[in-house]
Structures are given as C-alpha cells and as structure tokens.
C-alpha cells in the first residue's frame, strides 16, 4: 500500500490534523491537497498545542517530507507566519523538510478583501466563510487569472502580472464595495519581503517527486482539509467551500492516478458539528448541544467562532462514505460524550411524510428534513486514559459497534482525548 488519504466525512474540524499527526510517524512524506487558511489543524503532542492552517500536519517529525500540492490556495503571507511561528518553539522546517509546489495558487490581500467585503455586503444568504479570501482565489484560478507560485519568483514579470489582475480587483472593490483601491507597486514590494523566505521550499513538480518515491515503496499520506459536507460539488450548495475536499481530489491535485489511493480513512467525530451557515439536520438547540460545545471545546481553530453541535448523524457519514470511496474509518472525541446520560444518532430522516436513508441532493430538501434519532445509554466514565480499545467500557462499545454496523464501513480509530498518545487501534492503517 503506497497512498493513504484522511479526509473529513463530516462538516470540517473532525479531527484530521491528530490523525495525520499520528500517522504521518509511520509515513514518508504528507501530501496537503485542497483548501487554504480556511482550515485549522490542531495537533497536541505532549500536552502542547500546535495549530497549523496551510502546513502540512505532518510538520512535528522533523525526518518526513511536507508538500503543498497544486490544489492549495498559498496565502503567502500567512504562510511565512507559520514557517517563523514554529521556528519560534524550536522546529527547523528546512527546504527538504517543507516543499511547495510552483504551481499552486498564490491568495494575496485582495482576495481576502473580497471575500469579507462580499460576506459583510450580505444581509441574508451569509455562506459564514472564514474570511481568508478562498473563495476569491479558487475564483481567478479558474478564471486563468491567478498567479501561482512560480510567478513569485519571476520578479521581471511579476509587477505587470499584479497591474494586470488588480485592474479589474480595484474596479470591483471600488464600484461595489467601496474599498480603497490596493497599489500594484505596493504589493510587489510586500511580496519581496517573503520571497527570499519561500525560495528554498519551491519544489518544481510536486506529481515527479510523489511518483519517484512511490515507485522506492515510500508510503505517502494525503491530509484533507474542510469536510465532505463542505465540497464544492457534493456539499450543501451553496453553504460550502470552494475546492473539492473529496478522496479524488488528492489525486487530481498531486498529480498521480487514482488507482494509488489505495486506502480512503474518513475521520468523523462521535457527534457532529457545523460551523457556519447552512443546514445542519441532527443540530441540538438545547443544554446538551451547549454541554458537548462546551466538553468539546466546540470553538472553531481559525476564526474562534463557537461550532454548533448536534447528534452524530448517520445518513450524511454514508453520504461521505459512498462520496470519498472511505474504506476506513476514524472516530475522533468519543471522550467527550463521557458527560452525557443517554447518546443519540440520527439513523434516518423524514422529508415530506416520508423516511428516507440516502442524503438528500437539494440543500432545501436538507434543510426541510427531520432527523430520526436512536438513543443509548451513556458510559458516564472518563475514558482520557484508557489506552486499549478492550478497556473501553462496554456502552461505549455498544455505541461504536453500532455506527459500524449502520453505515457497513469498519472503525480502525478510536482518539479518546487531543494528545498522540490518546488514541486507540482497532486495525493498523499501516501494516509495519
Ligand atoms: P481538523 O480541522 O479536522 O484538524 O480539527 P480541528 O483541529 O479544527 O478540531 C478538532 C479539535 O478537537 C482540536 O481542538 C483537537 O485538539 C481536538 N481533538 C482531536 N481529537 C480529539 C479527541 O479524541 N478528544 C478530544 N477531547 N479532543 C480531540
Ligand atoms: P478544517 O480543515 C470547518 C466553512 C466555513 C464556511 C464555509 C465556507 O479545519 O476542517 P470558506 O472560508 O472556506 O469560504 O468558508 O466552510 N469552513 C470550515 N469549517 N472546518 C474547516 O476547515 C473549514 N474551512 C471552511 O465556516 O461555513
Ligand atoms: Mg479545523
């Protein structure tokens, strides 16, 4: 087995970051495939926390290779600040360490402008987005108006290029928003102040490297960001992101064929949240949605803004399932429904009189539909320290076997707290 992709079979912020964390110990390279600085990864190794946005989770081992593939939009602003925040607590992060494909998009300030000044221009119809300009960048790179990262580099075009695509920027920030207009000549200079920290992490062609180390038996692990609920073509449109965060994804990003993921991991919490509009079926509005935001620390790793919290559902994890090809599953935070006396999932809605098991396609039949809720007993244990899934106590694994059996996928995963250390193996992802 060469390739394993984690991807997010929720709403985003299921977890991916530990996971990848974990598991990029028994990796050679981490491969990040879609998605900006929207996205927020938290790893705790040790009790420390380390929040990263645009790096690759697999950073925290200084012996594994890190790229950012083509479908990645590279606030390289924000970039640099995370290259010098983690050398600031001690990591080197050398040119081999991180490697940056020349062909991923640049997001610049304008792109963020744009995307604040479109969300704050909205009365109703708000997507919520995190106000990091993806939408606008994904938005010129389909456009064939971006730049991406080689242009960083080609500094005797770089200045007309910039003229070019602010032409129009200024024009709509000026007509519709009523932003002051962003200089050319300002922005070049701004850019000169991170291009001599980026150039050593250029890498030319990100789908070479991956083949070649493929070919050497080099396992390779693909970090998604957001979540299957979020795509851009299978999400709840259009309360969604703007790339694919789907399996495949990773494979048109990075440039290799399809056939190399081999091994498709969905990462789901034991519960579900949103942040953000848009339909949400199994969403609580009662005490025990605040208790699980609260046990959970339910606030969001990117913008702070509390998660809303609601019963694992089911329909839309088969949903992921079937819509990525997951072959495997991860269960992330089931410590933190420790508090409750009873835990539910949502097995099933009702939309029009009807029940029915397959997520709906329509956003308004999703958001029309009632959830069906199955209730079990709680294991009002802290289960923190357990370090063996045979010492989970038996509620619990009531609980697991029977989101196994519903959605027919197995759960190799169970994480019981933030740390590395507080997670349990049902299977091996990686047999060594
Ligand atoms: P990501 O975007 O999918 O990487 O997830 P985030 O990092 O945005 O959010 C997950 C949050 O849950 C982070 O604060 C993690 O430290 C934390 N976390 C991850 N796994 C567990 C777990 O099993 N139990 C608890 N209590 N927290 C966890
Ligand atoms: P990670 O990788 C959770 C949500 C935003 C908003 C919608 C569109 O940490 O799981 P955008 O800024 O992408 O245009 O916002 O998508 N969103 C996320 N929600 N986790 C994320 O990333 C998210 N990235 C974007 O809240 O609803
Ligand atoms: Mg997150």
Redesign the pocket.
Known sequence: MSAVVVV?AQ????G??KLIDVLAANADTVVRFQ?GS????TLVVNGKKTVLHLIPSGILHADKTCLIASGVVIDIFGLVTEIQNLKATGYQITGTQLQISDTATVLLPYHKVL?QAREKSLSDGK??????G??PAYEDRAARRALIMSDLFDTPNLLKKLEFVLKEKNSLLKNLYDVPEIKAQDLFDQIQTVVEILRPHRLSDVSLLISQKMKQGKKILFEG???TL?DIHHGTYP????SSTVAGSGSVSAGIGPHHLSKIVGVFKAYAT?????PFPSELHDNIGAQIQKEGHEF????G?ARRCGWLDLVALKYAIRLNGINSLAMMKIDVLSCLDEVSVCTSYKLRGEVITDFPTSTEDVSQVEPIIETFPGWKVDITQVKSVKDLPLKAMNYIHFIQQHVGCPIDVISVGPDREQTLWIKPLYNN
Do not use: P
């Open positions: 997010g709403w985003g912020d299921e991916k970051g998605g929207n996205a927020g990864h995307d997507i919520g987005t995190t106000g990091k993806i939408g960001a957001q979540g979020l309360f969604v992101t703007s949103r942040v953000g509009s848009g969001g790793s990117t913008t803004r």
